[in-house]
Each structure stands twice: as C-alpha cells, then as structure tokens.
C-alpha cells in the first residue's frame, strides 16, 4: 500500500481556488488560486492575503474554497493565510451575501460594514532607502525638502508616510515622495500590517520575603530613609488589602508618587512588576437575579409571545407606553440563557442602550455586553471576539450589531421596531437592520420578537394578515393612565415680529406649576441649533451654504452659521449680499434657542439640552440621563433623543413646541412619523404615580393626525393611513425602490435620471414616479435627482427589476456624458 502512495505524481493533485470578499464595490467577487502548501490551512470565514490590481495587498475573506479554474483568466495565488480558525462563521457569510443582493450592494461593502477595524487590514506605504545612491546627494539636486527626507531615510533606512509627513510638518507630502522616487533615492514597499495591539496593564507585587508579616514589620521598622518611597509602599498595601491586585498606574495615583520613586523601590527588591493583557471591556459576575413579578396582563402577553412562537418566526408586541415591555423581554432573555443561547437586543439610538444597560446589568450581570459605533476599534473587537466564542450570552445594541459572529443565537428582540434609525443611509449597505435581523434569525431557526407602542404600517401590515404573530399590552404598568393631550393654539399667541412663540402662556404656566409641584418637563423640538434660517428684513435674502442647496442655521455658542447636511461653518453674516441692509430676523427656532429662552423665563430652574451639539463622547449620553433620573435637572430640551423609550419616572409634563414642522414634510410616511412622534414623546410623561400632561404647540388644529393622537388611538390611525397608502399604491401594499443620481453637472445629473427612466419605461413604466429633483437638490456640490419605483408584491418582480437597474447602470456609464454620474439605488427607502 505505501509504494501506492510514493508513486503518484504530486502534479495529479487538483488545483484549489478560493472565491475571497475585499472590502471594496467590486461588480463580483474574484478568484485566487491556493498553493498547494496552504490548501490545508484554507477554509470559509479565513482571512488571506491577496494582490489585487498591480500591486496593493489586501486582507480577504474567503467565501468558498472549490476546484472550478476560471475559464477567461489565470488567477493569482495567495499570499498567505493570516488566521488559524474563521473570523465568521458560514451564517455569517450567507448573511452578507443576502444584504448584498437584497438591498443592492457588493459583498464587499457589507464586509466593510461588517468587520471590526482591525480585521481589514491596512496596506501602508513603506519607503525604503535605496543603498545604491550612496550617502552623498550633491549630484541629485534635491530641495530642501526632498534633502531632509532623504538624510532621514540614509540614517533611518525606513520610513512611514506618516513619520515623511512629520519630518516635512505637513500633511501633502506626495509630490516630495514622488520626486524622490523619480531620482531613485527610495523605491516603495507595500505591507500588510496588523493594527490591533493587546491592552497591556502593569502589576506591582510584593517580593515573596517581605510576603510574611514578622519581615515586612522589620522593614518597615527598619525604614530610615526615603519617605516618599515609605508612603509609596504604604499605599501598595492598602490597595493590596481593598482590591486583591494593585495596578501601576493606581498604586502612583493613589500616593501621588512618580515612576522613579516605584524603580527605587523596585530596585531595593522591595516590589517587583508584571506586564499582563487585560480585557479592555469592564465585566461583572455573571449571575441572574429577576426581582420583579409580572402583573396578571403581561403574564397573560408572555405566555401568548411563547405560543406565537410555536407557530411563527416573528411576534410584534404591540404595547402602549410605560406598559412594560422591557420587563418581557427579561423574561424572554432568562429563558434564552438557561437554554445556552444568545440574545440580540436591538436598540434605535445609542442615547437609549445606557439607561437599559444599567437595569438589565442588574438582572443578569456579566451575561450582558453592549456594542455600538461610539467603541473604539480595540474594545469592538474584543467585543467580536467575546460573541463569537459564546461568551458574550446577551448582546445590546444598535443596528450595526447584526454583524456580530453570533454562534448560537436563539431570540432577536427589536425594540422600539417602527424607528427610522435602524435605517442605514449612507454609505453602502442601505440596510434596514429590522428587516435584516429577521433574515439573520431565520439562519439560526431563531424567534424575532418586535416591539413598539406605535409599530411601523409595515409591521402592523404584517401582522394582520397573519404574516407575524400578535400580542397586545393595552394598560399601563400599574394601571397608571395614559397623559392628557391638549393642543395649544399659537395663532392665538401675539408676538412682535409675528413668528411661531417658543413657549406659549398655557406651557410655561404649566412649566412653573411642575416645577412648584417638584416634578420635572420634557420639552421637544426636532431643529437643533439656534435658529434654522436668518432672514434680511429688507428683501428676504437668507444665508445658503456654498457647498448645498440649504439654509444655513445660526448656532449662537459657537457665534457660527452652520450647514447641516455638509457641516461647514460660516462667519455670521452682518451685511446682506443682496441690498446691503443690516438688519436680519431669526425665523423659527432651534433647542439652543429654547435653551436661552427657558433661561431668561425660570431663572432658578436647572435646565440642559440633549441633541448632538450639546452630548458627545461615549459616556455623555448616560451622564445627562444619570443627571435627568436623579432630578439633578428640572427641564430637558431636546431633538427626537428624548423621545425614545427613555423611562423617568418624575416627568409630569411634556411640550413638543412646533408641531407643524413634524407634520408638514412632503413625504408620503409624514402622518407616520407625525403620530409615532408625537405618540412617543407623550408617552414620556406620567409613567409614575399622577397622570402626566402633554401641550402641544400648533398652528393647525384641523390636522386629522391630532385627534388621534389626543386620543391615543393607534389602531384607527393605521386604518386611516393605510386606507391612503392603499388608494396610492405606497408600501405596504407595495416595494419601493429609490434611484438617485449625483453629479456635480446639474444638467448631466438631470439627463442621465431621464434616460434611466427611458431605458425603464417599457418594463415598469406604469410604475415609475419622477425622475425629479428632491427638496434640496445639491448637497455637498453634487447635484440630485431621484426616480422612484413603486412595484406591487408580485413573485419575482422586485428581483427582475433589482436585475434590470444593475445592468442599465452599467450601460448608462458606459455612455461618454454619463461615466461619472453616481446612481445609488436605494431598496426599501425611508
């Protein structure tokens, strides 16, 4: 049998070839051969190391490993296989490729997506010193600047772009290098470097012969010198008997002594250090402690959840505010870990994951992590990798935890499920992450529970034709009843210039009488700045930004006007460019303004303002919240972040200050949004003990929306509005799909979208809508225009048209005018 073995030809072996994901917009993906010495270590969900173009190296993916060689071209091989087991698993894998068909990108947009920063490895230039030129450069005639970087590289041998941009104090350093590399002084090197580094901490220990108490009392009585280094082993000591373990870093924090006074110690082999990789992501026990007994209804919704569940993947939960539903989903998630399984808890917005991290910390310790953008690259993945291993059993966050590399993932809770938020706009992949977690679960047979108290038309859709399950929670936790709704009429209101008031006489009474009662005020207003747009008195001119077609809005701390799509910054404007005059209005207001206004009217009142300008960092968010929970504030204004699922149990009173601008876009979904706002931000007041309040400021009183919002009425809203969406055929009784197209040209922008619209008419003329330019047509000096596609729910339509979209874009660049036109398809749009 063995001479059977030695005798055959190792040139008989088949080929392999591996299909790899690169984090680029490539039409397909590509093909590498695998040399025979790494066929062994190759396998789906391993990073390689691949060329691409000429010469830049890149990490992938492989997707799949097989024996099929190209027929058109001779592949390349693979550098190298860069890990031992998979980054992601083949759910995973199958995941990325169903977003990338569905809404319309490449598998390698999604990897980008997907994949913590240290995964996608960087290719950094290298400039290596050409020992040939010798160390004289009299006969090169280089620059002063070519001549520093030159000498840098004969002593250095070796330089980073970065390190060429500090030599020269200045960041274009190109056309040096590539002067350099004309005159041959350096050639380039491409590497493929990993940038994740272990977190390394340092622990000081006592030296084993002072470990007795009989030596270190000798020592210390025997101490005639030094005493800075005296109070250094003091305070070691103390932190050793509180905390187990003395770190560095708090042993010198603590005794207020410096590094050298720790060596000396050190060196009188007194105390000796350890260099250990500490986890960057702080853990608690893992321990699981329900204290709260669930009222007779939601015992009632929690058993009808587990019986949809027999029957259906996805259960809507539709609960009004402050009905409990959290306290649900607790109970669902205690059940998930006792059967070793992982929990998605999906959250709209990072300003809700601190305050429900902090309860849920306390039921189930350890067992939960929490993952968003607001992480830097080396605790996400840290984070990635604690999922992937099964050690991280509860998973909250935001939308971009889809991509975690969950192993056995057994529930996927979406709260708040109607938000706009789980939408990603830009970049690629547009991806609605509700819609997409409910894919992700099919891969793991998992369950989907959504929750809201105002669901998307879509869900509610869904769920009366029996497409998901149903469970309604239609009482407050504690029977506490639902806000008083009173509209304030601001016609009725007089003011100098004749603009909208900021606080009418009914709110701010109402405010004060909070205030005296000890209870604190919600107060929202969705324009955040000072005030969205100036206007010369004279002749009406109005600030633009340069760069887009919009106004731009004054932000009175920073004494700037800012553009709010492109978030360039202007000097405030004195001189109208029109006729000259000085004189300027502020039109409509934003929460800095309502700030300032608040501040003049409750002197003594502690106010503060959450929108974007005011709450940045990781942990500003939970800070104001913290600061809101234990009435250290009496009133905060803010944009649509005090709107969700925030749970305060003293707020009685909630104003939303403008509610003509939530109901006056020109959206087909504006009645929509209107109610589950509006809905949202009342539910805010009143969830303990009285019933709250909620003023709305309005112009409008005769708005249909009003009367159901006054009435809490969500089911005669979505007959409503669902009758309109039926008479016009809008989703869901069809799938829509957004073209846009960017150019900085506005007459080729315009004529690229009607030849789309051409070349698609005699498919699905019937149901194209535009093209057209969209309310602000330039932004950023790209110019827009958009088509829209409504398409009814026939089998295979959607993916016909998906198809025939991907092959006239290519076609339309292939027309000389329209090779740099951007088409952005758009599946599902918000």
Known sequence: MDSLFTDIDPSSTPTHFVEVLIPLALPKNFTWKVPPELVSAVQPGVRVEVVF??????????????????????????????????????????????????????????????????????????????????????????????????????????????????????????????????????????????????????????????QQEEQLAELMNSWSRAPKQLELLLAYLHLLKTEGEVKQSELLKKSGASSAQLKGLIEKNVLWTESRSVDRLATLPKNIQIPFTLSEQQETALHSIREQFNHKQVCLLRGITSSGKTLLYTKLMEEMLLQGKQVLYMLPEIALTAQVIRRL???????????????????????????????????LGARSAIFLPFRELG??????????????????????????????????????????????????????????????????????????????????????????????????????????????????????????YQVCQTCGWIPHCKNC????????????????????????????????NHQFTQQNFGTERIEETLQELFPKARIARMDVDAVKGKHAHDALIQLFEQHRLDILVGTQMVVKGLDFDKVALVGILDADAILGFADFRVNERGFQLMEQVSGRAGRKGAQGLVLIQVRNLQHPVLLLVQQHDYKAFAEFELNNRHQFGYPPFSRMIQLSFRHKDQNTVRQAAHQMANWLNPHFGQYLVGPAAPVVNRVRNQYRMELVIKLPKEAGLLQHCKEQIELLTAHLHQQPPFKSVTVIPDVDPL
């Open 53 to 210: 173009g000429k010469n830049k190296k890149y990490a992938g993916i492989v997707k799949r490993v097989h024996q099929e060689a190209p027929a058109s071209f001779d592949p390349k091989p693979i550098l190298n296989v860069l890990d031992d087991a998979p980054i992601v698993f083949l759910q995973e894998l199958a995941f990325w490729e169903w977003i990338a068909d569905y809404y319309m990108c490449s598998e390698g947009e999604v990897m980008q997506a997907a994949l913590p920063t240290h995964f996608k490895l960087s290719s950094e230039t290298i400039l290596l010193f050409n020992e040939t030129i010798g160390e004289d450069f009299s006969h090169l005639d280089l620059d002063d600047e070519e001549f520093l970087v030159a000498e840098a590289l004969l002593l250095r041998k070796e330089l980073k772009l970065l390190e060429v941009q500090q030599i020269l104090d200045a960041t274009h350093v190109y056309p040096v290098i590539k002067r350099l590399l004309e005159k041959q002084v350096c050639f380039v090197w491409e590497e493929l470097k990993h940038t994740y580094k272990e977190k390394k901490e340092t622990y000081v220990h006592l030296q084993p012969q002072f």
């Open 361 to 395: 910390q306390s039921y189930f310790g350890g067992y939960i992590v929490i993952y968003h953008s607001k992480f830097n690259s080396s605790e996400r993945l840290e984070l990635w990798n604690k999922v992937k291993s099964g050690e991280a059993r509860i998973i």
């Open 411 to 532: 529930l996927v809770i979406c709260d708040e499920e109607h938000d706009p938020s789980y939408k990603q706009q830009d970049p690629a992949p547009r991806y609605n992450a509700r819609d997409a977690a409910i894919y992700l679960a099919s891969l793991f047979n998992a369950r989907v529970l959504l929750g809201s108290a105002t669901p998307s038309l879509e869900s509610w859709f869904n769920a009366m034709h029996g497409k998901y399950g149903l469970v309604e929670l239609s009482q407050r936790y504690g029977d506490i009843q639902l806000p008083e709704i009173q509209l304030v009429d601001t016609k009725l209101v007089y003011t100098p210039d004749r603009s909208k008031p900021i606080i009418t006489p009914q709110l701010q009474e109402a405010i004060e009488l909070a205030i005296q009662q000890n209870k604190q005020v919600i107060l929202f207003q969705n324009r955040r700045g000072y005030s969205p």
């Open 549 to 580: 077609d919009v106004s731009l809005t004054f932000h009175k701390i920073q004494n700037k006007l800012v553009c709010h799509y492109c978030g360039t910054s202007y000097p405030t404007v004195s001189v109208c460019e029109a006729c000259g």
